[in-house]
């Protein structure tokens, strides 16, 4: 079964802290992405990568960063967690081309106290 | 960023009833996707539709692509409990898709 695995499904950081999301999926798929999830908000793009070593800011970059070292494996890095930045991470990946959907992994949810 | 809306935002209905939602955009689409997102999981791809006016179902559930691209709905015949979770229409623009904002349905026993 294909997936999307998001190493931790609950992590609990303190302010100031610089926090790693790490995502893995098996699909061989060109491009990874990176949203939070927020209610009333939708999903929101944090960061996406087409290959690897290369990266794209999407609409919040903000107190993010990223690392695709290899094409299997995206993290999310945040420089210096912030209580605003406690929210649902979600990882997708997809096929370059065409109209295939994202696989998700089944999230993290991040508390920043 | 393209915008896509949804309605209702909040659905709560009981089993075995018919109930629509949309997802609205002024922008024009290539093609089209619907998510089910259940409590504590990721987002689950059902659909994809591509043609303006394309009509693709799913068991008890109807996706509709509207004429101009802009716009889809989504119908659920006899609702039931399962059904319950988030659904996230995201359109296509260029190599990316673009999330709405999502409808919480959740159907009553």
């Known amino acids: 079964d294909v997936k999307v695995t998001q190493s931790s499904r609950y992590l609990v950081k303190r302010t100031g802290e610089k926090v790693f999301l790490e995502c893995v999926q098996d699909m061989d798929h060109e491009n990874m992405f990176w949203y939070r999830q927020d209610p009333g908000l939708g999903l929101r793009l944090i960061y996406f990568?087409?290959?690897?070593?290369?990266?794209e800011k999407g609409d919040i970059p903000e107190g993010y960063s990223v690392s695709r070292e290899k094409k299997e494996r995206f993290s999310l890095i945040l420089e210096s967690a912030s209580t605003n930045q406690t929210s649902m991470y979600l990882c997708?990946?997809?096929?370059?081309?065409?109209?295939?959907?994202?696989?998700f992994g089944s999230g993290t949810r991040l508390t920043v106290v | 960023t393209q915008l896509l809306e949804q309605s209702p935002q909040f659905l709560s209905i009981q089993e075995g009833e018919n109930l629509t939602v949309y997802c609205n955009s002024s922008?024009?689409?290539?093609?089209l996707q619907w998510y089910r997102q259940e409590p504590g999981e990721g987002p689950v791809l059902l659909v994809t539709v591509v043609t303006g006016g394309e009509v693709k179902k799913l068991k008890r559930l109807t996706f509709q692509f509207g004429d101009a691209r802009k716009d889809s709905s989504l119908h659920i015949t006899a609702a039931q409990p399962g059904d319950t979770g988030l659904y996230l229409c995201?359109?296509?623009?260029?190599?990316?898709?673009?999330f709405g904002t999502g409808t919480s349905l959740t159907v009553i026993p």
């Open positions: 995201a359109g296509r623009e260029g190599n990316q898709f673009y």
């Open positions: 997708a990946s997809s096929l370059w081309s065409g109209n295939y959907g994202y696989t």
């Open positions: 922008s024009v689409f290539s093609s």
């Open positions: 990568s087409y290959d690897v070593k290369m990266k």
